[in-house]
């Protein structure tokens, strides 16, 4: 299943990456250099305060001390660093010592034998896939029909296209695409189905299954079909109606519309926001406005499909730098800006360097405080998409900006959606004020789509209010969620560990993934959690790397202690017949001593 | 690399001491390789015994290649320039970024300032929250076709589908985002249509620009009318296909360029022999109001093998007898067409887009298309809604369509008696584009000089004004201008509602014609 777009967007950017690789320019050893050995001190000494914290007991109090601290911003950056190292049990070595080039932390110490399974599996998958193309070809010709020249027509999908849909994606359909009966809450009602001829007809029994949920985006438990929210819906339902039936720049605005428009702005910290109506065309459409021909984007290697659809429609040329690597990042701006447009030499017209808060497959955060002094550096504008991190990271919800205390003001263009924390739909962009004038006339979204509908605005408001604090009936609402969500957060991830799994991401990220590595696991870790009524969503290549399938674990607020306990003992279970426990040797070790 | 180790061992062989008799060395190798090593050496023995002379040449040979090898490489044609850290950083602070985004023009101010805004529900009555009096005025702006937005159909489950399903699904499709209505509405729009099977996605403009790009490829061709919405143009753009343009609706241009891609095709050989080709148009034509003949396009589309991607946004519950679109309204099997793309945030009054196809590709997008894998599924209450509201157009197809095609066309032939002004579009058409006639404009500019885009806008926005004045909302058509291919001329945009009543329409004539003629007189 495809979420992040990491193969496509390798493809595209190709022919850009091998441009840069065969030009070996060396650029500012000295510097960076530098930084390393600053980093590595910084480092040495937030280590023991972070190894020390994860052993107490009283987590959570030292959670909310560190996100209340304000050095908290290059403590959870250095973690990383040091979880990584812990994982190496090279602590020591390094300390004072400069770090080797940063891998990926995530495939620091996978046994080999899992590797060489995942890698022999996905082998065995497509060889089988060839065999079976290579006969059925043969002696089934009718089946592939659609796969041949017919009547002169092109086939409308290519046979190497097709290849992972027709002996991957459809044997595992089962994990995907199963549609929900009731309001995906803390738990959801998953519709039955059954397949007798391998998925290639599904049937619908009719039943529903009631299932605790660990798949939606739904951080701070606002989908909900009762409650405050759902009640000023129906009210401005009755007020307003539901839809425009227009454009934002036509007849579409609304009062509704622009009074939520301007909460969002005081909320996220900015002069203005402009509201869209779907997440992904909030990338798509307004990224196309702010740059175009002699402008570079650069942007992270593992950045959401909609960010390289908007970079691709911008008509700019686009450059990618290693997932949340800043140091690459410095070394591509300083080139860029030498180098100027390609071929002409020109100076760029101007550089948007496109991150993300919070990578919805890695669970990690992008490293602001870091982009922001090189945007200071180097004049670059920033852009920040807040898709999964607003209303979910940061002390008051305010997204990662809040978590690394830095001025939103510092970010030029923040965009979020109101998929996730906010159990609406539709996203916004938010920034200066003049930015916001423009793009209300020159974005994409706002003179050609459909302007937002009145009860999801009506979602969007009443949610944001809570968090706010300013829905004076129910205050403090806001805030507990946000703090049991930090709390639900810590503790699953930290369980998750001590069982012995491979988690990755970042401390007190709400997305937990916890890594299979072997494809072929994916469907049996989704049919077991099927079977113990817990729903999960798991992904595989093309949205990872080929050996890095992962379930993707979403904790919500909405769940309680027991939900999580309950999930974790189901896990657990599957863990052991899966052999997922990779660390378990580890913990043990750890206990003894 | 069995090569180099052997060279390697070769070089240091060659050399007349090498291990020569030092066989114990080598004791511990039992293998393959330690036979032909032994035999290399031997024959390297023999052959410096034989012609010692040969052998020096090899060793020269050898040195040279590892000599070749070794040296720094040069490429040809890049001309690299070394910089010190201080030059870089120098240029690093010498260079400037032009802004963010440009300041806006007056006009723009204007533009923006004088945004409308509405008050409470929208609808074919609305008021206005910018208005100095708030009495309600007509709705000419909406794309409001069939009346749904205020018909009491489409918010007739709402409230039930709100506390079943909660507003936002908070995921995508794919990962239980998908819900049971979802499913159903899918399979009510593919029989409405008459078509295999349809899909979902959560805004119309974005359906679009997911349908295209996921079949059209790279390698693949695109034959796309010049009049098409700027969401087509877009999504041909993000295809990277190569693609012709014909000219608006020009059956015999678009001909041509088939037969010319053809021609081309022939005797192209290898793996891309055959591309997938597709012909790109629009049902109902945003920019013009104009019909595509879809009779001479299936045809065309036989005769040269091309498929038919066509864009029903505007189409979809506005044409034909039932309102089921374009096939509709000419007949034609909508098999005929590969792949239907609509919208239900238009006629429909709901929100999000769909595409009709076979059920192959259909399943195809679920994977494929972008904005259906990548994004939110649409929210419960909408998809409900639209639901309803198709379902209401399927029960009673006429009380909606003959008042939407009666006062479209009363509309227009209204429109047309007012001199100045030049009425584009097919004759039942709800789209009405009003432009100002060049000759008005000639007369209209006693100062001389020629009229930029500015003006002309300039005057619409006032021709709407004036018509607001008098009781009749109007717009004129916003473009993204420095985005859209071929700039459409500007013009106010009138869409005819079904729920309009004869007397309105007469209204709204009325007041287009004293707001022109006032506009008009005045002088420049």
Known sequence: ?593 | METVASTASFVSSASPVAGETDESSHGFLRTAWDFSFRMVLRYIKNSYKDDPFRTFLEVCLIGFIVWYMAKPKYNIGTNKVELSEKEIDELVEEWRPEPLVPALTEFERETLDKAIMIDGPNGTKVRLASGSNNKPVLNFASYNFLGFVDSPELGKHAVESLRKYGVGTCGPPGFYGTLDVHMELEKQIAAFIGHSAAILYSQAFTTTLSVIPCFSKRSDIIVADEGVNFAVQQAIFLSRSKVYWYKHNDMADLERILKDVNKQLVGRRGKNALPRKFIVTEGLFQNTGDISPLVELVELKHRYKFRIILDESFSFGVLGKRGAGLTDHFNIDPHEIDLLIGALCFAIGASGGFCCADKDLVEHQRLSGAGYCFSASLPGILTIAAADAIHALEADPDSYLDNLRDNAVLLRTLLKRIPGLQIDGAADSPLIHIRLAPDALVRMKRSGGAWTKTDIDRVLTDVAEEAQKDGVLLTRAMYVDDHERILPNSSIRICVSSAHTRKEVEKCAHAVKSAVSRITSKKR
Not at chain 1, 285 to 308: K, T, Y
Not at chain 1, 444 to 461: I, R
């Open chain 1, 1 to 593: 299943m495809i979420i992040k777009s990491q193969h496509t967007a390798q493809a595209l950017f190709s022919s850009v990456t091998e441009i840069v690789d065969s030009s070996h320019s060396k650029i500012g050893p000295s510097a960076i250099n530098n930084n390393n050995l600053n980093k590595t001190q910084s480092t040495g000494t937030s280590l023991l305060v972070d190894s020390t914290m994860i052993e107490t007991d009283e987590k959570t109090q030292a959670i909310s001390t560190a996100l209340s601290t304000p050095d908290r911003s290059f403590q959870s950056l250095e973690q990383r660093d040091s979880n990584t190292q812990r994982k190496q049990g090279r602590l020591a070595a390094f300390a004072g010592k400069e770090l080797p080039h940063e891998k990926p932390p995530q495939m620091e110490d996978v046994p080999l034998f899992t590797t060489i399974t995942a890698y022999m599996s996905f082998m065995l998958i497509l060889a089988i896939a060839h065999v079976e193309d290579f006969f059925g070809m043969l002696f089934l010709p009718q089946k592939y029909v659609n796969l041949r020249v017919q009547n002169g027509y092109a086939p409308m999908v290519s046979d190497f296209e097709s290849l992972w849909t027709r002996h991957v994606y459809f044997r595992m359909l089962d994990c995907f695409n199963r549609p929900i009966g009731s309001v995906a809450g803390g738990y959801v009602k998953l519709c039955e189905r059954i397949s007798h001829d391998y998925n290639r007809t599904i049937h619908y029994t009719g039943g529903l299954q009631n299932v605790l949920n660990l798949a939606s985006y739904n951080y701070l438990g606002f989908a909900q079909g009762e409650g405050v929210c759902a009640d000023r819906a129906i009210k401005e339902m009755d007020a307003n109606r539901l839809t425009q039936s227009s454009t934002r720049a036509e007849v579409g605005s609304s009062r509704l519309l622009i009074e939520t428009e301007e909460m969002v702005a005081r909320f996220v910290g900015t002069e203005a926001a402009l509201i869209v109506s779907m997440g992904y065309a909030t990338n798509a459409l307004n990224i196309p406005a702010l740059v175009g021909e002699g402008c570079l984007i650069i942007s992270d290697a593992l950045n959401h499909n909609s960010l390289v659809a908007g970079a691709r429609l911008s008509g700019s040329i686009i450059r990618v730098f290693k997932h949340n690597d800043t140091r690459d990042l410095e070394k591509l701006l300083r080139r860029s800006i030498i180098e100027g447009q390609p071929r002409t030499h020109r100076p760029w017209k101007k550089i948007l360097v496109v991150v993300e808060g919070l990578y919805s497959m890695e669970g990690e955060y992008c490293n602001l405080p870091k982009i922001v002094e090189l945007r200071h550096k180097y004049g670059f504008y920033l852009f920040v998409d807040e898709a999964h991190s607003i209303g979910a990271l940061g002390k008051r919800g305010r997204g990662v900006c809040d978590l690394f205390n830095v001025n939103p003001r510092e970010v030029d263009v923040l965009m979020g959606t109101f998929t996730k924390s906010f159990g609406a739909a539709g996203g916004y962009i938010a920034g200066s004020k003049a930015l916001i004038d423009y793009l209300r006339l020159h974005s994409h979204s706002a003179v050609y789509a459909e302007s937002m509908s009145v009860p999801v605005l009506a979602q969007v408001s009443s949610s944001m209010r809570m968090i706010m604090g300013e829905d004076r009936e129910h205050a403090l609402e806001g805030q507990q969620h946000l703090e049991q969500l930090s709390e639900n957060s810590i503790y699953f991830a930290q369980k998750l560990k001590d069982l012995g799994f491979m988690v990755i991401g970042d401390y007190g990220a709400p997305i937990i993934p916890l890594m299979l590595f072997n494809p072929t696991k994916m469907l049996a870790f989704a049919h077991e959690c099927h079977k113990r009524n817990i729903a999960v969503v798991v992904v595989s290549y093309p949205a990872t790397t080929v050996v890095t399938s992962r379930v993707r674990i979403c904790v919500s607020s909405a769940h309680t202690r027991e939900d999580l306990d309950y999930a974790l003992e189901q896990i657990s279970e599957i863990g052991d017949l899966l052999m997922l426990k990779i660390h378990k040797n580890r913990i043990k070790q750890k206990q003894l001593k």
